[in-house]
C-alpha cells in the first residue's frame, strides 16, 4: 500500500482490539502493555501465574478478536537469567544434553530450550511448559534436537536469537500494516501470473486486492542458463518491493523460493510466511545454490546476505493455522504431501469476497515419507492447481520401489556398484527407508551404502519434524528408532574416500546429490563408474532437458564432463535405468481424483507449473469429466500464460 494512511485509522483497529483485551482479562491479569508483532497479538501480564490458570480466559479472548494471542512476562517480573537458568536445570536436567541447550532471548522475553524430548515438556496438559514459564518469568520456547546433528539449524537459530533486536521492529512494523483500518470499498480480486505459467520453473503469482499485493512464492528456473527466462516478471509489471505486503512460499524447492533472497536485495522488507521445515530448508538449498555456482564461475543475482535477510522476515505457521496477512486476507496453509513442510496455500480475502486455493506442488497420494494432500478447506472459489503430469500416469510407489530394490539386487549379485544421483530433499530420505526396509527384511544384502552431498543434512532436518512426517516414519522417530538410519549406512567425508569406494572390489550402493547429474559429487562418481559394464546408475527423478542426467539417461554412450576447467570425455558402458514412480507431484489421475474428492468444489479450475501440453490435456480431461468429478456445469477452466492477469471478482 503507498497510499496516505491517514492515523487515525490505524489507531482505530488497533485501539479496539486492546480495549477488548482490557475488557476481557480481569485486572489480576496485571496486563501491563499489548503489542502487535507480526500476525500475533501479545500482551503483556504481570501475573502470569493467573493467565496460566485461568486459561480459558485466553482462549475466549483469542476467538473474541479473531487473533493469535500470545503471552508474554513484563520484564519486571522475570528472573535473572542466571536464577532463571537454576530453576530450569532443576527440571530438565534429564532433557537436555548440556547448559548451552538453554537459551535466553532478552529481547522477546522467551527462553529456548533444545531438547531430544519435547514431548516431554506437552505431556500432562502442559505441566512441565506451565511450570518453567510461571516460577521464571520466561516463556519456554521448546525446539527439537534431531538425532542427527544439524549445523545448519544450530548457527540459523543463534543467527535469529542475535539478531533479536532487528527482528522485534521487523515484526512491529508488520504488526502495524496488517492490523489497520480496511481503506477502500472496493471488490476486486486479480491474479497475475508472473512464471510458472505453461512452463516449470521461476514460479510466482502476483495477488491484489484493493488492500493488498501478495506474492505466492518467488522462484527461479533452474533450466534457464541465461537470465532470459530465469526470474519472475515482476519487472513487467512494474511492482515495487514497498509495495508488496506478503510473500507466501510453498515449498523450499528452488523454483518456488529460490529468488526470494532477490527480493530483499531489491529493498522488500516485508514479511514471508511459510512453515518452519521449509524456511530450514530454503536456508540450507539457497546456501548450496551459492556454492554451486560459485564453483561454475556463474553469478547470482543477490548475495549470501541476503538469504540471511529472508531468513530473519520469516515468519513461520504451521499447518491449520489460520493468520491475518493484510487488513483483508486470512492465510492458512495445510500439507501439500509434495516434500517435507510443503504447503497449499489458501487466502480468505475480504470477509468471503473470494477464497483462493493454491496447491503449489502436491503429491495425491501416500508417500513412504508424508501423508497425501490437505482436501477439505472451508470456502474455494478459484482452485489454482498444478499439472506437471497433467497428461501422465505413473507407476505406484510399491511397484517402483520393488524395481529399484531388484536393481541393486542384481548388480550387487554380479559384483558391481550402484549409484543413485537424488534429489537432497525428499527422494533422498524415501530411497533411503527402501533401502534401509529391504535389507532389514533381508531382501537386499547389507552391502555398505555411501551418502554424499547434501543428503545428510537434509536429512537431519527430516528427524527435526517429525510430526510433518507419515505416521510410520513418526512412529519409528518417536521410538527412538531412526527409520533413516541403518547400520550399513556411511556419510561420505573428503573426495579420497569417493575414489576408494570406487576402487575398491566391494559391492556397493552410492546415494549422491544432484539428481540431474549437473553438478555435485553424483557427477564424480559417474565419471569414475561409468566406463565398467558392471555398475549400474539408477535415476529416480525427472531429467531436465538439457541436463547431463538427460542424456545419459536417453543413451548417450559418451558424454561430456567438466572436471575443474577440463572437459573429459566418458564413455558410458555401465547400465542405465530409470524409475519413475517416485514423483512427488500428483499424476493425471491423482488431480482428477484430488478434483473429485475436494471439498468445497471451486468454481474456476487455473492450472500452471507445466508444459502447455501437459497443461492443454489436463485441462481437456476437466471439462470432459466435470460432471463425473462433481464439479458444477458452469465451471470454468484457465491455462493462462505468463504475464496474463485473471479478474476473479466482478469489478
Ligand atoms: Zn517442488
Ligand atoms: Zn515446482
Redesign the pocket.
Known amino acids: 500500500m503507498v497510499v496516505n494512511r491517514g492515523i487515525r485509522f490505524i489507531d482505530d483497529v488497533r485501539e479496539n482490539i486492546r480495549l477488548e483485551i482490557f475488557r476481557k482479562l480481569p485486572p489480576e491479569a496485571g496486563v501491563t502493555r499489548i503489542e502487535f508483532e507480526g500476525p500475533e497479538v501479545v500482551v503483556y501480564v504481570r501475573n502470569v501465574s493467573f493467565i496460566i490458570e485461568n486459561e480459558e480466559s485466553l482462549k475466549s479472548l483469542a476467538k473474541a478478536i479473531k487473533k493469535r494471542v500470545v503471552v508474554r512476562v513484563d520484564e519486571s517480573r522475570r528472573l535473572s537469567e542466571t536464577e532463571a537458568r537454576r530453576v530450569i536445570l532443576s527440571k530438565v536436567k534429564h532433557l537436555v544434553e548440556s547448559d548451552s541447550d538453554i537459551v535466553f532471548d532478552e529481547v522477546l522475553g522467551e527462553v529456548v530450550i533444545k531438547t531430544a524430548n519435547p514431548q516431554a515438556f506437552m505431556e500432562g496438559d502442559r505441566k512441565l511448559f506451565k511450570e518453567i514459564f510461571a516460577e521464571t518469568g520466561w516463556r519456554p520456547k521448546i525446539i527439537r534436537k534431531p538425532p542427527l546433528k544439524s549445523t545448519i539449524l544450530e548457527s540459523e537459530l543463534n543467527y535469529i536469537i542475535r539478531q533479536s533486536p532487528i527482528r522485534l521492529s521487523f515484526l512491529r512494523a508488520v504488526g502495524e500494516r496488517i492490523h489497520r483500518e480496511v481503506l477502500f470499498k472496493d471488490n476486486y480480486v486479480r491474479i497475475t501470473a508472473l512464471g510458472g505459467f505453461m512452463e516449470?520453473g521461476r514460479?510466482a503469482i502476483l495477488v491484489e486486492t484493493a488492500e493488498s499485493k501478495i506474492l505466492l512464492d518467488f522462484g527461479l528456473n533452474p533450466g534457464s542458463s541465461t537470465l532470459k527466462n530465469f526470474a519472475p516478471r515482476v519487472d513487467a509489471v512494474g511492482l515495487k518491493p514497498e509495495e508488496i505486503d506478503a510473500v507466501v512460499v510453498t515449498h523450499a524447492?528452488l523454483?518456488?523460493v529460490g529468488l526470494v533472497p532477490y527480493l530483499f536485495k531489491y529493498g522488500y522488507e516485508g514479511p514471508v510466511y511459510m512453515t518452519q521445515a521449509t524456511r530450514d530448508l530454503m536456508v540450507l538449498l539457497e546456501k548450496d545454490l551459492i556454492e554451486l555456482t560459485r564453483r561454475e564461475g556463474r553469478s547470482l543475482p543477490f548475495e549470501p546476505r541476503h538469504v540471511q535477510e529472508a531468513l530473519l522476515h520469516t515468519i513461520t505457521l504451521r499447518y491449520g493455522e489460520v493468520t491475518d496477512i493484510t487488513p483483508d486476507t486470512r492465510l492458512t496453509l495445510y500439507n501439500a504431501g509434495h516434500i517435507l513442510g510443503s504447503a497449499i496455500v489458501h487466502l480468505h480475502i475480504g470477509n468471503g469476497l473470494h477464497n483462493i486455493v493454491y496447491t503449489g506442488?502436491f503429491k495425491y497420494d501416500k508417500t513412504l515419507l508424508l501423508d497425501k494432500a490437505h482436501n477439505k478447506f472451508p470456502r474455494v472459489d478459484t482452485l489454482i492447481i498444478e499439472g506437471t503430469y497433467g497428461n501422465t500416469e505413473q507407476p505406484s510407489r510399491e511397484a517402483s520401489a520393488e524395481r529399484l530394490v531388484e536393481i541393486i539386487k542384481s548388480t550387487i549379485e554380479s559384483g558391481g556398484k550402484v549409484l543413485i544421483p537424488s534429489l537432497a530433499v525428499g527422494r533422498s530420505q524415501e530411497v533411503l527407508v527402501v533401502i534401509a526396509n529391504a535389507m532389514k527384511q533381508g531382501k537386499l544384502p547389507s552391502v555398505p551404502v555411501y551418502i554424499d552431498g547434501m543428503i545428510n543434512e537434509v536429512t537431519a532436518i527430516h528427524t527435526a519434524y517429525p510430526e510433518l512426517l507419515s505416521k510410520e516414519l513418526r512412529d519409528s522417530i518417536y521410538s527412538s528408532e531412526n527409520p533413516f538410519f541403518y547400520d550399513s549406512f556411511e556419510v561420505v567425508a573428503g573426495s579420497t574416500t569417493r575414489y576408494e569406494i570406487v576402487e575398491s572390489k566391494d559391492p556397493c550402493i552410492i546415494l549422491a546429490t544432484s539428481g540431474m547429474l549437473n553438478g555435485g559429487p553424483a557427477v564424480e562418481y559417474f565419471r569414475m563408474m561409468a566406463p565398467n559394464p558392471q555398475n549400474t546408475l539408477v535415476f529416480v527423478n525427472y531429467q531436465v532437458e538439457g541436463t547431463l542426467g538427460r542424456k545419459v539417461r536417453d543413451g548417450a554412450k559418451e558424454v561430456h564432463v567438466l572436471v575443474g576447467d577440463k572437459i573429459e570425455v566418458v564413455k558410458v558402458a555401465m547400465k542405465v535405468y530409470s524409475i519413475e514412480g517416485f514423483s512427488g507431484h500428483s499424476d493425471r489421475n491423482q488431480v482428477l481424483k484430488y478434483l473429485r474428492d475436494i471439498e468445497t468444489k471451486p468454481k474456476r479450475i487455473v492450472l500452471n507449473?507445466g508444459e502447455p501440453s501437459a497443461l492443454e490435456s489436463l485441462k481437456n480431461t476437466i471439462l470432459r469429466k466435470g460432471k463425473e468429478l462433481g464439479l458444477g456445469p458452469s465451471i470454468e477452466v484457465y491455462v493462462p500464460r505468463v504475464l496474463d492477469s485473471l479478474a476473479l471478482t466482478t469489478a
Request: net charge negative; hydrophobic share 15%.
Open positions: 516449470v514460479s524447492h523454483d518456488h506442488d507449473h
